[in-house]
T-cell receptor, first 114, second 115 residues
Framework: GENVEQHPSTLSVQEGDSAVIKCTYSDSASNYFPWYKQELGKRPQLIID?????GEKKDQRIAVTLNKTAKHFSLHITETQPEDSAVYFCAASTSHPNTDKLIFGTGTRLQVFP | EPEVTQTPSHQVTQMGQEVILRCVPISNHLYFYWYRQILGQKVEFLVSFYNNEISEKSEIFDDQFSVERPDGSNFTLKIRSTKLEDSAMYFCASSVTGTGPSPLHFGNGTRLTVT
């Protein structure tokens, strides 16, 4: 079935350093890949997404890359700040007439130390 | 910015009892979802709903679960006879379209505790 793997499960960086989180997906028909940030006790919030017709997308300090051939995509956060500390989830979605169902990865707990 | 709203924020119930979790999706969204997140684990898909019927459901969504859109604004998840393992955070989400990639917007969740 559909599956999304995510690594690492935890990531600790010094403020100002970069952080990279990687995901692989199993369904080759997947065509939409969002990233969500979840702070403790709160809802997942979309921070960036990429569609299968694009290889890279950037929004200020956040960028996502997609390699369709290898079926993997990555989140890059540059110049990390303590407020970036949270759990990050990747997800994948396949086009379906009546749903945008997302399959989530297992999450990465990012800690940014001042 | 419009938001998905969920009530209650926390529900405590005894094993075997029925619970109904309520959601108000964003008003111009047509596709609705329920997800579950057990403490410390990933977000798991339960069910998607469009045009007053279930469009897809996961293995988790067994006969104990049901969804309903009783009126033009609410979207509910019912668990008929709760089990201890149903304890989790339940997130409602909605999206504008289902015919192509569309961001899901999540509510703040209902924390369900089954004792």
């Amino acid at each position: 079935g559909e599956n999304v793997e995510q690594h690492p499960s935890t990531l600790s960086v010094q403020e100002g350093d970069s952080a990279v989180i990687k995901c692989t997906y199993s369904d080759s028909a997947s065509n939409y890949f969002p990233w969500y940030k979840q702070e403790l006790g709160k809802r997942p919030q979309l921070i960036i997404d990429i569609r299968s017709n694009v290889g890279e997308k950037k929004d200020q300090r956040i960028a996502v890359t997609l390699n369709k051939t290898a079926k993997h995509f990555s989140l890059h956060i540059t110049e990390t700040q303590p407020e970036d500390s949270a759990v990050y989830f990747c997800a994948a979605s396949t086009s379906h007439p009546n749903t945008d169902k997302l399959i989530f990865g297992t999450g990465t707990r990012l800690q940014v130390f001042p | 910015e419009p938001e998905v709203t969920q009530t209650p924020s926390h529900q405590v119930t005894q094993m075997g009892q029925e619970v109904i979790l309520r959601c108000v999706p964003i008003s111009n969204h047509l596709y609705f979802y329920w997800y579950r997140q057990i403490l410390g684990q990933k977000v798991e898909f339960l069910v998607s709903f469009y045009n007053n019927e279930i469009s897809e459901k996961s293995e988790i969504f067994d006969d104990q679960f049901s969804v309903e859109r009783p009126d033009g604004s609410n979207f509910t998840l019912k668990i008929r006879s709760t089990k201890l393992e149903d304890s989790a955070m339940y997130f409602c989400a909605s999206s504008v379209t289902g015919t192509g990639p569309s961001p899901l917007h999540f509510g703040n969740g209902t924390r369900l505790t089954v004792t």
